[in-house]
């Protein structure tokens, strides 16, 4: 079963760091292009960074200069760098695939993760 599993959530003060990653688990041929998302409460989720499969990036514009984000292609995983965190950043952070090809030629689209929660305080 093919999933992508996210990890690094928590808590911490405004200024402060954390760095998310994401990897898909199962039998995994290849992934297409990634991108971390977020959900603050009564919000809509929203694009937070994206990458292609040969490492372009785009970013919203609230994180532009302080987030990075990257991919380890060998290791099937995404990673976000999130830097000066303001109370604004606070929400569920989901990861997704655009496309997943398994090694049984199985084609999945849009597959996220079951999202991590960050919490900046002020």
């Known amino acids: 079963q093919v999933q992508l599993v996210e990890s690094g959530g928590g808590s911490v003060q405004a200024g402060g760091s954390l760095r998310l990653s994401c990897a898909a688990t199962?039998?995994?041929?290849?992934?297409?292009?990634m991108g971390w998302y977020r959900q603050a409460p009564g919000n809509q989720r929203d694009l937070v960074a994206y990458?292609?499969?040969?490492?372009?990036?785009t970013y919203g514009d609230s994180v532009k200069g302080r987030f990075t984000i990257s991919r380890d292609n060998a290791k099937n995983s995404v990673y976000l760098q999130m830097n000066s965190l303001k109370p604004d950043d606070t929400g569920v952070y989901y990861c997704?695939?655009?496309?997943?090809?398994?090694?049984?030629?199985?084609?999945?689209?849009?597959?996220w993760g079951q999202g991590t929660l960050v919490t900046v305080s002020s």
């Open positions: 997704k695939a655009d496309l997943i090809i398994t090694r049984t030629a199985l084609t999945l689209h849009d597959v």
């Open positions: 199962g039998n995994i041929f290849s992934l297409n292009n």
């Open positions: 990458i292609t499969t040969d490492g372009s990036t």
